[in-house]
């Protein structure tokens, strides 16, 4: 048996199909003794999927599996992106990509059809707000370039949180220290505790990542480069935290402005911020 994971590319098409007769690109590799096939799907101008096999499975992946089909996933987008004039990236609905899982058709060859269309008219954006935010940020508009960076899911994620990192830097650090944010962050310590990465205080911790993200290795472990990793998950995880304390201390700077948190996969969500309020 064999499970087929399908990773749709941009632009937006009104239907994705796969039966094996249509790969641009086909490799083979064994990594830690399970064999992965890779493809990309589509026409020669344009790949629409980049399908990875992964031979005798049923699709119960274990996460180590898992991650290396993201990171399989990863690298064909990589070398797409180094060795054609294409532009390449997954297809983004939101904050959020889609992924699809197939067993095939009977005889285990692939068998995939879908079609997708987008559907945005819950989202509810208030325009009058926006236009109250760019009146009152001009001014501090290299600042708002780096929160705004942490919201395009699309940026590679080291570069996401080094973004965050300056933000809370820009707002916390006074010389070499860091005075009030231990404080700042103490109503998302339980958040923080619950995700269970780490015995370290949250600064810390935002510290620790930001090490990690800056450089290529740290100690004689590689750095966060983007690929699916163990420590990416970490970033992943801890970023929507780190975005509820920005805008929260964005909340005490501009009490009449309304700011969001963008972690949450159904786009704009307004976050509480404890104990502070608004005269919106």
């Not at 060859?109 to 325009?127: N, T, Y």
């Not at 992943?236 to 929260?248: D, F, Q, T």
Request: aromatic share 10%; with cysteine.
């Amino acid at each position: 048996m064999t499970w087929y994971n399908y990773t749709p590319l941009a632009p937006l098409i009104e239907w994705y199909r796969d039966d094996g007769s249509r790969d641009l690109l086909f490799r083979e590799c064994t990594i830690d003794g399970t064999t992965y096939r890779v493809a990309v799907v589509g026409e020669i101008h344009a790949p629409e999927i980049i399908r990875v096999e992964t031979v005798d499975s049923d699709g119960n992946l274990t996460p180590e599996q898992g991650r290396i089909v993201g990171q399989l996933i990863d690298h064909v987008i990589t070398v797409l992106r180094l060795t054609t004039p294409l532009h390449i990236e997954k297809l983004w609905f939101g904050r959020d990509t889609i992924s699809f899982g197939s067993h095939g058709d009977a005889a285990g060859k692939p068998h995939f059809g879908v079609s997708i269309s987008e559907h945005f008219a819950h989202l509810r954006p208030d325009w009058t707000n926006t236009a109250a935010v760019f009146d009152r940020t001009y001014n501090e508009r290299a600042f708002f370039k780096l929160l705004a960076d942490v919201a395009q899911p699309n940026l590679p994620l080291q570069y996401r949180f080094l973004s965050l990192y300056k933000v809370i830097e820009h707002e916390f650090r006074e010389g070499k220290k860091w005075p009030r944010l231990q404080n700042f962050v103490s109503p998302w310590e339980a958040e923080f505790r619950a995700l269970g990465v780490s015995g370290q205080s949250l600064p810390n911790f935002l510290h620790s990542l930001r090490d990690k993200c800056a450089h290529i290795k740290v100690g004689n472990e590689l750095g966060i480069t983007g690929l699916s990793t163990a420590d990416a998950d970490l970033v992943g995880a801890v970023m929507p935290i780190l975005e509820k304390v920005v805008v929260s201390q964005l909340a005490e700077q501009y009490p009449s402005l309304r700011f969001e948190a963008h972690s949450a996969s159904s786009g704009l969500q307004r976050i509480p911020q404890p104990g502070v309020g608004s005269d919106a």
